[in-house]
């Protein structure tokens, strides 16, 4: 098992970076595709950020509020 260091200065090709964020490596690719900034070398290899995965991640982000509204929401929905 590869170790992830909590440092988050740097960068990871594809396979480190979806451990870092918790997902599989077709999801991140997914988050690629789907606007995550990223640097593609001229060799092809990809390489991102750390600190860009959090930023794309934040654009997900929901105040407490939000998933109160949501969950009450759903409930409603179920009762009726």
């Known amino acids: 098992m590869q170790k992830i260091s ?3 200065r740097g960068y990871a090709k594809v396979k480190k970076a979806a451990k870092y ?6 999801t991140f690719r997914d988050w690629l595709n789907n606007g995550l ?9 990809i390489i991102i950020p750390f600190a860009l995965i959090g930023e794309y991640l ?12 949501i969950v009450d929401q759903a409930v409603r929905e179920l009762k009726s």
């Not at 990223?38 to 290899?45: D, E, K, Q």
């Not at 934040?58 to 509204?69: A, I, K, Q, Y």
């Open 58 to 69: 934040l654009r997900f982000e929901v105040s407490t509020n939000e998933l109160d509204e």
């Open 37 to 45: 900034r990223h640097i593609r070398l001229p060799s092809g290899t």
């Open 6 to 8: 909590s440092d988050t």
């Open 21 to 26: 964020a918790d997902v599989g490596e077709r």
